[in-house]
């Protein structure tokens, strides 16, 4: 068995003391992410030979973090979107971000229950937010998939999935957990490759997938300055917009899955300086389009969405820039890390309904622009020192993030005709314009003890230009009882910001009276405003389990609870009533919900190259504690398991199952029409099974190939909009893959 990282401090006390004063002054004079020295990270290797183990690296240790290889991916490629792949790993679905089921089929990543917003994307540790520039609906919900697909799957050299307490370090927005995909970097000799895929579904009412990658990389001066560049073309055709007509009610068009067309380019220059330092300068340009089938929202039809749907136009594209510089350094106190990022993303849409029963709808075939910029700078530095008997890993960090939207499309619902609220302007006379500011600071120690014991407390403080400070302690514990087990634990309070509609006072949605809370009469319209006086969502974070580990052999089980209070949705007491009736609400800080499950996996070399792999989720409750609804409808359990077989070193096979436990609607009526009779869909999802199958042959180190089948017994779902019925699950697939290489 290999060494436990929680004792490889050994020779550390030959390294002189260092305080924490030094580290500070350091801060901001190197950046540190995954550089290499002599073939190894700079945060395990120093000057001298002793290994370092950063706080944050010793977290990646916990039972809450899963990790995806390239080698996995290519096993079972997606047929577009990396959360094909996610959705695999404990703890992790897709959901849309409320209970609703509206948006059905852009699902997101969803981890451990606690809703898509609460899950941060990040791509080689720089967050992405393009989803923030997508108007966020009356309920919760977004006309988005999500940020996992801004990277091709073939540029990915593996994902980290991070849960729990773990996630808390990462700031605002990681509260259900963090998922970090890191992409693959510059080699040391001239090379590239090309990848064609295809993904072709038996039904031809479902749509099918191409995607094309080109890689190169290399160096330019030999060991000073390298390159990256990579380009890819995906497109995913439209389900069929009749797809669904059979099995929703007669009075709907529930709309099957949107096509997807994207199309992006990244270059990456790395320019090690010596050994010990290195700068990156990275620049990205990504295109992502949907291809219409149909309302997503409330599954209304018009003349208009039935002739986009029909002709299978685009009807919003997301066009986002990336730009990223970065300095990696290690030094003689430790190491350190300083990033400066900069995105942009614009989102282009035809107009939506603001308002009632078409809110989402197309109503004008004129695109609008919505701006999003995003800054930030990030720095670092490590230390490390022995105290008496423990030994010590200390990070000092800071972090300052800035983001600025321009969106007037979204801001352009008038009031009723002769209603008047104070404080609420003109469309025409209404600043698009809105931003906020987020710095904080942080700091953690990994203290290893004499007696196997990994201790990891933190705290980050943060202060939000709109809703002022926030502390966020944690502490993990990591206990080895003997050569194989493990004890691991920890506890965190996370939190999240509101976001930029919801704190924005100039943010109009309005019902004329279906919409309307129960909470008022049962008479007139209903208005909802931004909230510029929000507080942050929080949550506490616990998670507590068993690890084994021997050779090759590893299980273990986790039990998990947030506790979570002042989740931000829309109110259901009016603020105020309007000189003609209506009721005026504005988004509001919700009491408390609970999110508690258990996970667990279990890896059994049957052979030496015959390999079964599971895991498990099960959700012990999910719920608001005021309405007792879940936050996001999700399975009931879910369980992953695979056999690899790797039949020799040129040919491997891979069968996988993932089953689905039953998925429940919401019970509680929100709004009038809920109320009505009939009004409350209660149709449920029961328990189903995913099987795959594929096979891959590596004719040599220029070509191989790998062929599958996903869904092989053709378990279909049809979206009906009711209930829990709210995606579709597509049938059974064939895809191939082929990958030249030079």
Same mark, same amino acid.
């Given at each position: 068995?290999?060494?436990?990282? =929680?004792?490889?401090?050994?020779?550390?006390?030959?390294?002189?003391?260092?305080?924490?004063?030094?580290?500070?002054?350091?801060?901001?004079?190197?950046?540190?992410?995954?550089?290499?020295?002599?073939?190894?990270?700079?945060?395990?290797?120093?000057?001298?030979?002793?290994?370092?183990?950063?706080?944050?690296?010793?977290?990646?240790?916990?039972?809450?973090? =899963?990790?995806?290889?390239?080698?996995? +991916?290519?096993?079972?490629?997606?047929?577009?979107?990396?959360?094909?792949?996610?959705?695999?790993?404990?703890?992790?679905?897709?959901?849309?971000?409320?209970?609703?089921?509206?948006?059905?089929?852009?699902?997101?990543?969803?981890?451990?229950?606690?809703?898509?917003?609460?899950?941060?994307?990040?791509?080689?540790?720089?967050?992405?937010?393009?989803?923030?520039?997508?108007?966020?609906?009356?309920?919760?919900?977004?006309?988005?998939?999500?940020?996992?697909?801004?990277?091709?799957?073939?540029?990915?050299?593996?994902?980290?999935?991070?849960?729990?307490?773990?996630?808390?370090?990462?700031?605002?927005? !990681?509260?259900?957990?963090?998922?970090?995909?890191?992409?693959?970097?510059?080699?040391?000799?001239?090379?590239?490759?090309?990848?064609?895929?295809?993904?072709?579904?038996?039904?031809?009412?479902?749509?099918?997938?191409?995607?094309?990658?080109?890689?190169?990389?290399?160096?330019?001066?030999?060991?000073?300055?390298?390159?990256?560049?990579?380009?890819?073309?995906?497109?995913?055709?439209?389900?069929?917009?009749?797809?669904?007509?059979?099995?929703?009610?007669?009075?709907?068009?529930?709309?099957?899955?949107?096509?997807?067309?994207?199309?992006?380019?990244?270059?990456?220059?790395?320019?090690?300086?010596?050994?010990?330092?290195?700068?990156?300068?990275?620049?990205?340009?990504?295109?992502?389009?949907?291809?219409?089938?149909?309302?997503?929202?409330?599954?209304?039809?018009?003349?208009?969405?039935? @002739?986009?749907?029909?002709?299978?136009?685009?009807?919003?594209?997301?066009?986002?820039?990336?730009?990223?510089?970065?300095?990696?350094?290690?030094?003689?106190?430790?190491?350190?890390?300083?990033?400066?990022? &900069?995105?942009?993303?614009?989102?282009?849409?035809?107009?939506?309904?603001?308002?009632?029963?078409?809110?989402?709808?197309?109503?004008?075939?004129?695109?609008?622009?919505?701006?999003?910029?995003?800054?930030?700078?990030?720095?670092?530095?490590?230390?490390?020192?022995?105290?008496?008997?423990?030994?010590?890993?200390?990070?000092?960090?800071?972090?300052?993030?800035?983001?600025?939207?321009?969106?007037?499309?979204?801001?352009?619902?008038?009031?009723?005709?002769?209603?008047?609220?104070?404080?609420?302007?003109?469309?025409?006379?209404?600043?698009?314009?809105?931003?906020?500011?987020?710095?904080?600071?942080?700091?953690?120690?990994?203290?290893?003890?004499?007696?196997?014991?990994?201790?990891?407390?933190?705290?980050?403080?943060?202060?939000?230009?709109?809703?002022?400070?926030?502390?966020?302690?944690?502490?993990?514990?990591?206990?080895?009882?003997?050569?194989?087990?493990?004890?691991?634990?920890?506890?965190?309070?996370?939190?999240?910001?509101?976001?930029?509609?919801?704190?924005?006072?100039? &943010?109009?949605?309005?019902?004329?009276?279906?919409?309307?809370?129960?909470?008022?009469?049962?008479?007139?319209?209903?208005?909802?405003?931004?909230?510029?006086?929000?507080?942050?969502?929080?949550?506490?974070?616990?998670?507590?389990? +068993?690890?084994?580990?021997?050779?090759?052999?590893?299980?273990?089980?986790?039990?998990?609870?947030?506790?979570?209070?002042?989740?931000?949705? !829309?109110? +259901?007491?009016?603020?105020?009533?309007?000189?003609?009736?209506?009721?005026?609400?504005?988004?509001?800080?919700?009491?408390?919900?609970?999110?508690?499950?258990?996970?667990?996996?279990?890896?059994?070399?049957?052979?030496?190259?015959?390999?079964? +792999?599971?895991?498990?989720?099960?959700?012990?409750?999910?719920?608001?504690?005021?309405?007792?609804?879940?936050?996001?409808?999700?399975?009931?359990?879910?369980?992953?398991?695979?056999?690899?077989?790797?039949?020799?070193?040129?040919?491997?096979?891979?069968?996988?199952?993932?089953?689905?436990?039953?998925?429940?609607?919401?019970?509680?009526?929100?709004?009038?029409?809920?109320?009505?009779?009939?009004?409350?869909?209660?149709?449920?999802?029961?328990?189903?099974?995913?099987?795959?199958?594929?096979?891959?042959?590596?004719?040599?180190?220029?070509?191989?190939?790998?062929?599958?089948?996903?869904?092989?017994?053709?378990?279909?779902? &049809?979206?009906?909009?009711?209930?829990?019925? @709210?995606?579709?699950?597509?049938?059974?697939?064939?895809?191939?893959?082929?990958?030249?290489?030079?």
């Amino acid at each position: 068995m290999k060494e436990s990282k =929680s004792h490889r401090f050994t020779d550390t006390k030959r390294i002189k003391h260092k305080t924490l004063a030094v580290s500070i002054m350091m801060l901001f004079m190197g950046y540190h992410n995954q550089a290499i020295v002599y073939g190894a990270p700079i945060d395990e290797v120093d000057d001298i030979g002793v290994i370092r183990v950063t706080a944050e690296e010793e977290l990646k240790q916990s039972l809450g973090v =899963s990790v995806i290889t390239s080698e996995d +991916i290519e096993k079972r490629p997606p047929a577009n979107d990396l959360s094909e792949l996610i959705r695999t790993m404990p703890g992790v679905n897709l959901t849309g971000n409320s209970a609703t089921g509206q948006r059905g089929n852009n699902r997101q990543i969803d981890i451990r229950g606690m809703g898509p917003e609460n899950t941060l994307i990040m791509i080689d540790g720089k967050p992405v937010s393009s989803r923030n520039s997508i108007r966020y609906g009356w309920r919760g919900e977004r006309d988005t998939r999500g940020d996992s697909n801004w990277v091709p799957v073939e540029e990915v050299e593996k994902i980290e999935v991070i849960r729990g307490p773990a996630a808390a370090r990462y700031g605002s927005n !990681a509260a259900g957990g963090v998922v970090n995909i890191i992409t693959k970097k510059t080699s040391d000799q001239f090379k590239g490759s090309i990848s064609w895929h295809i993904t072709q579904p038996e039904d031809s009412d479902e749509g099918a997938t191409q995607r094309g990658v080109f890689h190169l990389s290399g160096p330019m001066v030999k060991d000073k300055l390298g390159f990256r560049l990579y380009g890819s073309f995906n497109k995913t055709d439209a389900d069929s917009p009749d797809i669904n007509a059979k099995y929703a009610p007669a009075d709907t068009t529930a709309a099957g899955r949107e096509g997807v067309e994207n199309k992006d380019v990244n270059g990456l220059l790395r320019w090690q300086i010596t050994p010990d330092h290195q700068v990156d300068l990275e620049a990205g340009f990504s295109r992502q389009g949907n291809i219409y089938t149909g309302d997503s929202q409330n599954s209304n039809s018009s003349a208009l969405t039935e @002739s986009l749907a029909q002709a299978g136009r685009e009807t919003n594209r997301m066009y986002r820039e990336n730009f990223a510089l970065s300095y990696n350094g290690t030094w003689g106190f430790g190491t350190s890390k300083l990033i400066m990022q &900069y995105d942009r993303t614009k989102n282009s849409r035809m107009k939506e309904g603001l308002a009632g029963g078409p809110e989402g709808q197309i109503t004008d075939e004129k695109f609008y622009d919505n701006l999003l910029k995003n800054y930030r700078i990030n720095g670092e530095a490590n230390t490390d020192f022995a105290l008496g008997a423990t030994d010590h890993v200390v990070t000092v960090g800071a972090e300052w993030n800035k983001q600025e939207l321009q969106d007037s499309a979204s801001l352009a619902q008038a009031l009723a005709a002769g209603d008047f609220i104070a404080g609420v302007a003109d469309p025409a006379d209404r600043d698009p314009n809105t931003d906020y500011t987020l710095w904080g600071v942080y700091v953690e120690d990994n203290i290893t003890l004499p007696t196997k014991t990994t201790i990891i407390p933190g705290i980050r403080f943060d202060h939000d230009s709109r809703l002022g400070s926030n502390w966020t302690p944690s502490l993990n514990i990591f206990q080895h009882l003997g050569p194989y087990f493990t004890i691991k634990g920890g506890i965190a309070r996370a939190f999240k910001t509101p976001n930029l509609y919801q704190s924005n006072a100039n &943010y109009l949605l309005f019902t004329r009276g279906n919409g309307c809370s129960l909470q008022v009469g049962s008479t007139g319209s209903c208005y909802l405003l931004g909230n510029s006086d929000l507080k942050a969502e929080t949550s506490v974070n616990k998670e507590l389990g +068993i690890q084994f580990e021997k050779d090759e052999w590893a299980a273990s089980i986790a039990w998990f609870r947030n506790d979570y209070k002042n989740k931000i949705v !829309a109110g +259901i007491e009016a603020i105020e009533v309007t000189n003609k009736g209506n009721y005026v609400f504005q988004w509001r800080n919700a009491k408390k919900a609970v999110v508690e499950g258990l996970e667990g996996n279990i890896t059994i070399p049957i052979l030496s190259n015959l390999k079964w +792999i599971s895991n498990f989720t099960y959700m012990i409750e999910s719920k608001d504690k005021e309405t007792n609804d879940p936050l996001s409808i999700i399975p009931e359990y879910t369980v992953n398991s695979s056999l690899d077989w790797q039949v020799n070193d040129k040919f491997s096979t891979m069968l996988t199952l993932t089953n689905y436990g039953r998925q429940k609607p919401r019970e509680h009526a929100n709004s009038r029409i809920e109320n009505k009779e009939g009004g409350m869909p209660q149709d449920e999802v029961g328990s189903y099974s995913l099987v795959g199958i594929s096979a891959g042959y590596t004719f040599d180190k220029y070509f191989k190939v790998r062929a599958g089948i996903s869904n092989l017994f053709d378990k279909q779902l &049809y979206r009906t909009s009711q209930g829990a019925q @709210s995606y579709n699950e597509p049938g059974r697939a064939y895809y191939l893959t082929a990958t030249l290489s030079f």
